[in-house]
């Protein structure tokens, strides 16, 4: 080919791959529209409109280049495929197959329906006949296709959401000998700024991989099917899906990071062919920013996420879809109201004989689904009483011992209109509109009815009341050994609308039930963490966030659809000092209003209790064998904490020095090793005025 000769000429190695769509995005096709509408099962977009990966086809007497007799009745879609594009790729010289829009991951890949589940009520029942059906499609593929490359473009949703919905294998696929590349980010998030779903469903997915395979990332630049090109009109050229979705990374069993390790970009032109030189050279710096600055430890915040137990909760019985539906949307609902869920652990490597994967979560907080079985109870509740810290979700049925340490007991099921009482502390600045004190618990979405009722209605946390009866939404417990656990139920407020043609669950509008999204932050608080928003109205959404190290720094980066809305940060080290920022620092930590799509490095924290304006920034090196120096202006009898990127030994921090900034009181200063990283912390008289930091 051509583009193959060109790129092999610039001396780099070039693949050639098809796509294969399963609705008409694409092509138009006249064997799946006209010929054989008969494997369109999915109504994705219209009745019938989306092939579907265990579909069969009709006796055909065309002659195919795989069939040159003709389809005989009953062929499976995955022999026909597999088959045909095996010819194919050996006429012409490709390399790989592209599985586009959710194909071979079940039916309706685009949207929260799908066989299993109507919008109103799920259908277990049939999933391991579903499972097994398509198995068989990656099963009769790979027999007719067994030497080319496979890659897949998945679904829009979460591994324990698809199961919910289509019986969606997913640990099956990755762990069946398929060679297949897993599925990246979606670019959902360009066209409905939904980073919840985009977050939650890339985590959940690159939890597991199959042998040898990295993680994909992809970018969505220009898109030649539809008259737009993200990058211009979607992101208006700001770089939030750059930064956010590469700033995940998961833990495996040897505690190792593993991070995004490939990069796809769709596409190179856009919807009339051109490739307009503003929109790579806008790109680029932001991609190779973000590559550079990939995570290298575990994040303060970690999705436990139980793989293995979604799928055996799905295909044994009693079947618990509801629960598993309830494991992602959760966590898309924390991250759209602003929790920084960007690294993600599975059940399987947390649990590992040897620990290392525990030691490398030593001073995180985990954020866990309630446990489907005993194993991972009694691991997370080994986790607590040794002193960890885990945030807990869900009903509490499955999970006995959680629910007593917690001064829970089990009660029977309430539904429907409750109304709320929180003891938990406000964090957000107040609003125009009243906070509603009113919950509708739909247990369709919220993983079952509630069914914990406190032992002692002064020990809960947040209590929700339906006459008489009182049940726990919140509740907390603390360990001999400093160990810290929230449990949070988890009503979602949201809505599936079957007759308005959605794919995703509505939200309730804002202001007419308590503000659930929020508790996350809240409780995130008890261990010292906030993160606030001040906005006028319940209406306007909040940031996302998300908040990754690399070389012992903290990287904050966002995602704000409102450019009014501010943001307050503290931690457990002080409040954050984002380079290149200036802030209005208090008791409330620090304040910052930012654009769409921003990345800020911060290694400096600060304690102070007088208010003050600070500013934060670079400056030049200035001497040989500096690397860098780092200005704080405005402090005012502070205490200061610094995160080095290097032997801390070769760390000077100058107090109000002057011009040429190489010589100067020096600030005392101790240094100690955290499970967060090596910290250096002033110890002497608190600080005022500036400090040149160099290293």
């Known amino acids: 080919m051509v583009g193959r000769r060109a790129i ?35 109504d994705t977009m219209g009745k019938g409109s989306f092939v579907c990966c265990y579909a069969s086809l009709k006796e055909d007497g065309r002659a195919y280049a795989g069939f040159p007799d003709g389809i005989p009745d009953g062929t499976s879609l995955g022999t026909f495929l597999g088959r045909q594009f095996a010819r194919l790729a050996e006429d012409l010289g490709f390399d790989y197959l592209w599985l586009s829009n959710g194909f071979g991951f079940g039916m309706e890949t685009w949207q929260v329906k799908g066989p299993l589940f109507d919008g109103a009520a799920f259908f277990p029942d049939k999933a391991v006949d579903l499972r097994d059906r398509i198995l068989a499609f990656w099963s009769d593929f790979r027999r007719e296709c067994p030497g080319l490359g496979l890659e897949t473009r998945g679904t829009n949703l979460g591994t324990a959401t698809d199961l919910a919905s289509d019986a969606t294998p997913l640990r099956e696929i990755y762990a069946g000998g398929f060679d297949v590349v897993p599925p990246p980010n979606s670019p959902w998030a360009a066209i409905n700024g939904d980073f919840g779903v985009e977050m939650a469903g890339y985590l959940s997915r690159i939890v597991e991989s199959p042998p040898g395979k990295p993680i994909p990332f992809r970018f969505y630049i220009h898109d030649p099917w539809w008259l737009n090109s993200p990058w211009l009109d979607r992101y208006e050229a700001q770089p939030h899906d750059i930064h956010l979705p590469l700033s995940v990374s998961r833990l495996n069993a040897e505690g190792r990071t593993e991070v995004p390790e490939t990069l796809s970009l769709l596409s190179i032109d856009d919807s009339y062919g051109a490739m307009p030189d503003e929109v790579p050279l ?59 869920v960007n690294t993600v652990v599975g059940t399987r490597a947390f649990r590992a004989d040897d620990g290392r994967c525990r030691n490398a979560l030593e001073g995180r907080i985990l954020l866990s689904p309630s446990p489907l079985e005993s194993a991972t109870e009694a691991a997370l509740l080994d986790w607590v009483e040794q002193g960890g810290s885990a945030i807990v979700y869900g009903p509490l049925g499955t999970a006995p ?43 369709l979405v919220s993983g079952g009815d509630l069914e914990e009722s406190p032992r002692d209605l002064a020990a809960a946390a947040v209590l929700a009341r339906q006459g008489p009866e009182v049940r726990a939404l919140a509740a907390s417990y603390r360990s001999d050994r400093g160990g810290r656990l929230w449990w949070l139920r988890g009503s979602l407020p949201l809505s599936i609308r079957t007759e308005t043609g959605a794919h995703l669950p509505v939200p309730d509008k804002p202001g007419s039930s308590f503000d659930l999204g929020i508790l996350c932050r809240q409780v995130l608080a008890e261990w010292g963490w906030t ?11 909040t940031p996302v966030l998300s908040l990754h190290r690399f070389e012992n720094g903290w990287f904050f980066s966002g995602y704000t659809p409102d450019t009014t809305v501010g943001l307050r940060l503290k931690s457990p080290f002080g409040a954050p000092l984002f380079l290149g920022a200036e802030t209005w620092l208090g ?53 200061l904490r610094f995160f080095p990127p290097v032997d ?38 608190p600080i005022t005025g500036s400090v040149l930091i160099s290293w």
């Not at 610039?10 to 008969?38: C, I, N, T």
């Not at 760390?651 to 240094?671: C, D």
Request: aromatic share 8%; net charge positive.
């Open 282 to 340: 806008g790109v680029t710096p932001h991609l190779l920013r973000a590559w550079k600055e990939r995570a290298d430890a575990a994040g303060p915040l970690v999705w436990l996420y139980p793989f293995d137990e979604v799928h055996e909760a799905m295909y044994a019985r009693p079947h618990q879809p509801e629960r598993l539906f309830h494991t992602d949307w959760f966590v898309r609902e924390a991250i759209n109201h602003g929790l920084p």
């Open 8 to 42: 092999e000429a610039l001396g780099k190695r070039a693949r050639v791959g098809l796509a294969f769509d399963p609705g008409g995005e694409f092509a138009p096709s006249s064997f799946k529209y006209e010929r054989h509408r008969e494997i369109c099962l999915a």
């Open 531 to 541: 993160l606030a928003f001040d906005r006028r109205s319940r209406h306007q959404r």
């Open 587 to 639: 008791k409330g930590g620090s304040g910052y209003h930012l654009p769409r799509g921003w990345r800020c490095e911060c290694r400096v924290f600060v304690e102070q209790a007088a208010e003050s304006r600070i500013s934060h920034k670079e400056e030049l090196p200035g001497q040989i064998g500096v690397r860098r120096r780092l200005w704080v202006h405005g402090l005012a009898s502070a205490r």
């Open 648 to 685: 801390p030994e070769t760390v000077t921090l100058w107090l109000n020095p002057e011009w040429p900034f190489i010589t100067g009181q020096k600030a005392e200063f101790t240094h100690r090793r955290t499970p967060q990283g090596t910290l250096i912390e002033s110890c002497g008289p």
């Open 401 to 443: 011992r959680l629910r007593e340490r917690l001064g829970l007991a089990a009660a029977p099921p309430v539904r429907g209109s409750l109304i709320l009482e929180s003891r938990l502390e406000p964090i957000d600045g107040p609003v125009v509109e009243p906070e509603s004190n009113r919950l509708e618990h739909r247990p």
